[in-house]
């Protein structure tokens, strides 16, 4: 059989890692964790730090393609991988693009893909000014590392800049205009090897404390605006000559216009409902897409909702279930506050439309 590398050791890699084994892949993990949630779903792991060469080779090595559920691993182990010839999908191209929020948007709007204004931060000092030409109230973030709202901190003026600065923990940084948007949406998009691009109908997503709460489909937008955030996807795809799933986050304003807050080239939180609402889910997509197979449709057959447990909700009573949940858990044992432990996906009823 062949074996499918995947680069980091969470519930992303975790929910891959069944998918791959369903479709008869043997699946080894490297990570830098003991006891990782998708080392338990994996023949073998590779418990070594993201920098040491001689552990990635032995893993690249046994591994017919690789990929990754965190895209902010090193920039020398995705060359690491390339060194022992063996394909890493997605590559290089799309990882250095989405670590850096600056580079990001420069390329988002590079390809006519607009995202709120924004302003690139080096120092406390950059802040005043910036905040000026953003419009007066911003969100300062970390240019690396962030997620679930961590390395952000709201700027409502120009007192406010020393502040944020050291919340962020004095980092390189891009402040960006707040955005009053009407919701938020994303598309999950799928590219083959063969550069077939699909795109699963668009989520409404709700979050709480910066975190991912809810995941709502369908939407309740205008069929337009679907279609436009769809294409947006698409076109990001096809920039980056991309291979396996990616998600897109929109923020949408009142009068249907989206501007692109972020991509992640990876499965995303805000997909998980897909492997129960639709024919294909965003795992099995990801494992055909970098195995060279094709893709399955991606066509919505329930309406759904996906919401995550986060923390203690995780601790949840089995006995509580509803006939239409499905419970996935990720495997984690400490419910540390903030920590994402597993989420339930409600079949609603029957797509209608
Ligand atoms: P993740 O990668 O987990 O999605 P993150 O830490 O990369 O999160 P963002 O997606 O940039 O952070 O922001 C998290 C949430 O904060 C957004 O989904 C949105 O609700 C809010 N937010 C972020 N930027 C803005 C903005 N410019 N204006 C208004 N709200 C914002
Ligand atoms: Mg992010
Ligand atoms: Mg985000």
Redesign the pocket.
């Known amino acids: 059989g062949s074996t499918i590398g995947i680069l980091g050791g969470g519930q992303l890699g975790r929910m891959l890692a069944s998918a791959a084994n369903q479709l008869g892949f043997d699946v080894h993990i490297f990570c830098p964790e003991d006891d990782a949630p998708a080392s338990r779903a994996a023949r073998q792991t590779w418990i070594a730090d993201y920098s040491d060469d001689a552990a990635l080779r032995a893993f690249a090595k046994s591994c017919d393609v690789v990929t990754l559920e965190f895209e902010n691993i090193p920039a020398s182990t995705a060359k690491a991988i390339a060194d022992c010839g063996v394909a890493l999908h997605p590559g290089p191209k799309a990882l250095a693009i989405s670590q850096d929020?600056a580079e990001e948007k420069a390329f988002l709007n590079s390809i006519d893909i607009p995202t709120?204004p924004y302003e690139i931060i080096s120092a406390a000092a950059d802040i005043p000014g910036a905040l000026e030409r953003v419009g007066g109230t911003?969100?300062l973030?970390t240019r690396r590392d962030?997620?679930?709202?961590?390395?952000?901190s709201w700027v409502r003026s120009s007192g406010d800049a020393d502040i944020a600065w050291d919340a962020i923990g004095a980092a390189p940084a891009v402040l960006?205009?707040?955005?009053?948007?009407e919701c938020?949406i994303s598309v999950i998009v799928a590219r083959s090897s063969v550069g077939e691009t699909l795109s699963w109908a668009p989520p409404r997503?709700a979050?709480v404390d910066?975190?991912?709460s809810r995941s709502i489909v369908p939407s309740g937008l205008d069929k337009n605006v679907e279609t436009r955030a769809r294409e947006q996807a698409m076109k990001l795809v096809e920039a980056l000559d991309y291979v396996g799933v990616l998600a897109l986050?929109f923020?949408v304003l009142s009068d249907g216009s989206l501007l692109a807050?972020?991509f992640?080239p990876r499965v995303h939180?805000s997909g998980h409902w897909t492997p129960e609402a639709c024919q294909t889910g965003q795992f099995e997509q990801h494992i055909r897409a970098i195995s060279g197979w094709p893709l399955g449709n991606t066509r919505r057959l329930f309406d759904a909702e996906m919401r995550n447990l986060i923390g203690d909700q995780g601790l949840v009573d089995p006995t509580s279930l509803k006939p239409d949940e499905t419970l996935t858990l990720y495997g984690k044992r400490d419910a540390r506050p903030g920590r994402k432990m597993g989420h339930i996906t409600r079949r609603i009823a029957p797509r209608k439309d």
């Open positions: 929020r709120a911003g969100v973030k962030g997620y679930d709202g961590k390395g952000q960006e205009a707040a955005i009053p948007f938020e997503n979050h910066g975190i991912l986050e923020f807050n972020e992640a939180n």
